[in-house]
C-alpha cells in the first residue's frame, strides 16, 4: 500500500499549481485527504474527498482557491491550487483513510485520521 505524489514545483502569486496523488495496492475503499506543512509550523489540513460518493470537503483557509477531482478509476486524486499566495508555500501531502470506507471522516482536517501518506512534495510561491 502506498501513495506516490507528483507535480508542485513553483508559482508566482496569483498563479496556479497542482499535485496528484497515486494509490496503490490498496485492498479496501479509503478516503484522500489533503495536507500541508510549512517550515516551523504543524501540519495543517485542508480538504479530503470521499472516493465512495466524490464529495469534497475544504478548509476555510483553501475554500474557493483549492480543488479536489479525482480520475474515473479513481486511483488518482489531484489538488488543484489556484490563486496563490505566499502563505501557501509549504510541502503538501496526501494521505489515505482507510477507517472510514471511502468517506471523509468529520475530523478529515487531523492527520491522525489517516493510516497511509505520500512522501510530500514541495510547493513554493514566490514573485
Known amino acids: 500500500v502506498h501513495l506516490v505524489e507528483s507535480g508542485g514545483g513553483s508559482a508566482q502569486p496569483g498563479g496556479s499549481l497542482r499535485v496528484s496523488c497515486v494509490a496503490a495496492?490498496?485492498?479496501?475503499?479509503?478516503?484522500i485527504g489533503w495536507f500541508r506543512q510549512a517550515p516551523w509550523k504543524e501540519r495543517e489540513g485542508l480538504g479530503c474527498?470521499?472516493?465512495?460518493?466524490?464529495?469534497?470537503y475544504f478548509r476555510d483557509s483553501v475554500m474557493g482557491r483549492f480543488n479536489i477531482s479525482m480520475d474515473s478509476a479513481k486511483s488518482t486524486v489531484t489538488l488543484q491550487m489556484d490563486s496563490l499566495n505566499n502563505e501557501d508555500t509549504a510541502v503538501y501531502f496526501c494521505?489515505?483513510?482507510?477507517?472510514?470506507?471511502?468517506?471523509?471522516?468529520?475530523?478529515?482536517?487531523?492527520?491522525?485520521?489517516?493510516?497511509?501518506w505520500g512522501q510530500g512534495t514541495q510547493v513554493t510561491v514566490s514573485s
Open positions: 474527498i470521499s472516493r465512495a460518493d466524490g464529495y469534497t
Open positions: 495496492e490498496f485492498t479496501s475503499n479509503y478516503s
Open positions: 494521505a489515505a483513510d482507510t477507517r472510514g470506507k471511502g468517506y471523509c471522516s468529520a475530523g478529515y482536517y487531523y492527520p491522525d485520521e489517516y493510516d497511509y
